[in-house]
C-alpha cells in the first residue's frame, strides 16, 4: 500500500497540473467582439516558435504574448491589416501562413517545387548513367550464347517477324 502512495500523488499532481493548464487556454479578453478578432488574425499567423501552428492554437509563451499583443491593439482600435503589418514589419513575412508572393518570398513559394523538380532530374540523370555503365560492363555473347538466345525466341531476333498469329 505504501508503495502506490507516490503514484497516487503523482497522478494527482497530473490531474491538477492538466486542469491548470486548461484554465490558461480559456480566453482572456472580456470582450467577445475582441476576442474573436484576435482569433480570426492569430490564426493567419504562424507561431514563431512551433512553426507548424497557427498562433491561436500554440500553447508557447511567445505565442500568449503575441496574442496579447494583438488583443491590446485591438483595444486601441487598430484595423487588422495595421495589426498584420505591424506583425510582418516585427517579425517579417514568415509569420504569416500565406506570405504575399514578393521577391522576397519566391523561395517561400516555389522553393518547395525547385526542390522537388532538381531531386527528379538529379534521379533521372543518375540512372541513366548508371544503365550505360552496366551496359558497357556486360560481356557480349559467344556464337552458342546467341544461338540459345534465338531459339528460345523462336528462331528470329526481330520478334515482329517470322511469328504466325
Avoid: H
Amino acid at each position: 500500500m505504501r508503495r502506490l502512495l507516490p503514484f497516487a500523488l503523482l497522478a494527482l499532481l497530473v490531474l491538477f497540473a492538466g486542469a491548470a493548464s486548461a484554465r490558461e487556454a480559456a480566453p482572456t479578453a472580456e470582450d467577445v467582439v475582441v476576442e474573436k478578432r484576435m482569433v480570426a488574425i492569430s490564426e493567419e499567423l504562424r507561431c514563431l516558435v512551433c512553426q507548424n501552428e497557427s498562433l491561436a492554437a500554440s500553447q508557447a509563451d511567445l505565442a500568449k504574448d503575441l496574442r496579447r499583443e494583438i488583443r491590446e491593439q485591438i483595444q486601441d482600435g487598430r484595423s487588422d491589416q495595421e495589426i498584420m503589418d505591424f506583425m510582418v514589419g516585427r517579425y517579417g513575412d514568415f509569420v504569416r501562413y500565406r506570405p504575399p508572393l514578393t521577391g522576397a518570398t519566391l523561395m517561400l513559394w516555389f522553393g518547395p517545387f525547385a526542390l522537388l523538380l532538381t531531386g527528379v532530374v538529379v534521379l533521372v540523370v543518375y540512372l541513366r548513367r548508371r544503365s550505360r555503365r552496366v551496359a558497357a560492363t556486360l560481356p557480349a555473347l559467344s556464337a552458342e550464347e546467341q544461338r540459345k538466345v534465338d531459339a528460345l525466341l523462336g528462331g528470329t531476333r526481330d520478334t515482329t517477324e517470322g511469328r504466325k498469329p
